[in-house]
T-cell receptor
Framework: DQQVKQNSPSLSVQEGRISILNCDYTNSMFDYFLWYKKYPAEGPTFLISISSIKDKNEDGRFTVFLNKSAKHLSLHIVPSQPGDSAVYFCAHNSGNTPLVFGKGTRLSVIA | ETGVTQTPRHLVMGMTNKKSLKCEQH?????MYWYKQSAKKPLELMFVYSLEERVENNSVPSRFSPECPNSSHLFLHLHTLQPEDSALYLC?????????????FGSGTRLTVV
């Protein structure tokens, strides 16, 4: 049973518009949720995180929203740029357990 | 050199071969990880080392054997692999008690078993 679910394998967005990437989770016991971005032939790189005690965290064009009652997490990218085209993974950790990742969503930003 | 470095970047091996993947981190982290990324699957945790001791082994077949000689180096020894073991193998490092920044990953080794 997947603890972290990214139900959309892919997403296409026009340049300049908003990209919304979604993640659902089952385990309510976590400390942080994290988003990673992965380009082809590279390892994932850390993008942004959110603590379990917050419902929003913003860093430039990237904002992560946490809805604990719905066990839902989303990453908003606005405005989207062609360089944002990548695979995005959500992950969470709890205590000293290793990160648990979703399957990823491939974002394509079309110029 | 900075970050997490993995070698080789690509590896093709036969089912009877023995090979090793290498990972090196220059970040002063005290935990290192092996993950496997197969197509259309989540990143799967294989092994975790904290302070050079293995703390987790996620039911990985014995044909995969990790080694962590010190906090900067991690190896994955491979022998008698199967074609379904073909995947991207990612190494990562972190500070064991740092939860909000996650891990730093290497670029991975693309393994093909023929």
């Amino acid at each position: 049973d997947q603890q972290v679910k990214q139900n959309s394998p892919s997403l296409s967005v026009q340049e300049g518009r908003i990209s919304i990437l979604n993640c659902d989770y089952t385990n309510s016991m976590f400390d942080y949720f994290l988003w990673y971005k992965k380009y082809p032939a590279e390892g994932p790189t850390f993008l942004i995180s959110i603590s379990s005690i917050k419902d929003k965290n913003e860093d430039g064009r990237f904002t992560v929203f946490l809805n604990k009652s719905a066990k839902h997490l989303s990453l908003h990218i606005v405005p989207s740029q062609p360089g944002d085209s990548a695979v995005y993974f959500c992950a969470h950790n709890s205590g000293n357990t290793p990160l648990v990742f979703g399957k990823g969503t491939r974002l394509s930003v079309i110029a | 050199e900075t970050g997490v470095t993995q070698t080789p970047r690509h590896l093709v091996m036969g089912m009877t071969n023995k090979k090793s993947l290498k990972c090196e981190q220059h970040l002063g982290h005290n935990a290192m990880y092996w993950y496997k990324q197969s197509a259309k699957k989540p990143l799967e945790l294989m092994f975790v080392y904290s302070l050079e001791e293995r703390v987790e082994n996620n039911s990985v077949p014995s044909r995969f054997s990790p080694e962590c000689p010190n906090s900067s180096h991690l190896f994955l020894h491979l022998h008698t692999l199967q074609p379904e073991d073909s995947a991207l193998y990612l190494c990562a490092s972190s500070q064991w008690d740092s939860k909000n920044y996650g891990y730093t990953f290497g670029s991975g080794t693309r393994l093909t078993v023929v």
